[in-house]
């Protein structure tokens, strides 16, 4: 459960999907199936684990099967009660009781910062969980906790970072750290976007989990366009860690160690289905013995 202070949780969804055309043609990247659960989903169920039930889509054109998701369904409700399907029947209910679920629109595509600050009016005054629907947390290595912990002990805005092979690095937003890491926390001095590997200040990548000071939206608003045209949070956090902690300045990361999945990346979005599935009761024991085999003779097993 989530500590006090910390209640809403702002989920970007406006993205086009470009890189898994043409799957994305027509559906939402975010609604993309991990097993059998949109992988949208699963980002929902952590933030609700985490004490977040009050959560903002920030989404944009062609998102409507996201928001039917989420809603009721009475004729597939009813067709499944009448037939007597009560595992089916609670597995569609149960995307729609998660959580208090809003939406808004971005409009322009204009970067991440951007779709922060159209949260602005939902989310007032106060501290705010940011979950990035591309990555994907395994619900045995939760993080959003202590996240939460630090900003409550703490003050300010707290990243959730990992540290990443070098030669990747420009791929992410990229920190500096002040001094020596404390119980998997440090204190966060600058921060890049996607810095090349010979300037990196570090291997410590941002990866998709934020808890931000309600501050960010002021430093949002002054925030020019950076790096592609758009509007980088990154570029606001700089400026939230020089501020002094009285205006909600200090920004601290807690470095994740634990398993997660870009859902974003073609291979990566099938470790996450192929791991997933293997921890199932119903279906692991059977892919398992079918990945084995796969693997030592490269046949497809079904003989």
């Given amino acids: 459960m989530a500590v006090e202070g910390v209640r809403k949780a702002v989920i970007p969804a406006a993205g086009l999907g470009t890189r898994f055309l043409p799957a994305t043609k027509a559906t939402p990247k975010e609604m993309l199936p991990v097993v059998d659960k949109p992988a ?6 952590e933030a609700v684990a985490a004490g977040l039930e009050d959560i903002l889509f920030v989404t944009g054109r062609s998102k409507r099967p996201l928001e039917d998701h989420f809603d009721r369904n009475y004729e597939l409700e009813q067709a499944l009660e009448e037939k007597g399907d009560v595992e089916r029947l609670r597995s569609v209910r149960e995307s729609s009781d998660l ?5 808004v629109r971005q409009g322009d595509p204009l970067g991440l910062g ?18 990035l629907g591309d990555d994907l947390i395994d619900a045995r290595d939760p993080i959003l ?20 092979p070098r030669e990747t690095i420009s791929l992410y937003g990229c920190v500096s750290i002040q001094g020596a890491p404390s119980e998997g926390m440090v204190v966060v001095g600058d921060l890049v976007e996607k810095p090349d590997v010979s300037s990196a ?9 934020y808890i931000l000071d309600p501050a960010v ?13 758009e509007i980088q949070l990154t570029d606001a956090l700089r400026v ?11 920004v601290r990361g807690v470095v994740f160690d634990g398993r997660r999945y870009d859902t974003g990346d073609k ?15 119903d279906i692991g024991p059977g892919l398992k013995a079918w990945l084995q085999d796969f693997c030592q003779d490269g046949t497809n097993g079904t003989q």
């Fill in 40 to 45: 949208i989903q699963y980002v929902v169920e």
């Fill in 99 to 103: 959580a208090r679920i809003h939406y």
């Fill in 114 to 131: 951007h779709a922060v600050l159209v949260a602005r009016a939902h989310v007032g005054d106060e501290p705010f969980a940011v979950l």
């Fill in 145 to 164: 906790e202590r996240m939460i912990e630090i900003r409550n002990e703490w003050g300010g805005s707290v990243l959730c970072l990992m540290q990443v």
């Fill in 201 to 209: 200040p570090s291997d410590l990548a941002i990866i998709g989990r």
């Fill in 217 to 229: 939206f002021a430093v949002l608003q002054e925030t020019a366009p950076g790096r592609g045209g």
């Fill in 240 to 250: 939230l860690a020089t501020m002094p902690p009285e205006r909600g300045g200090g």
């Fill in 267 to 281: 291979l990566s979005y099938l470790q996450a289905v192929i791991t997933l599935a293997t921890q199932r009761q």
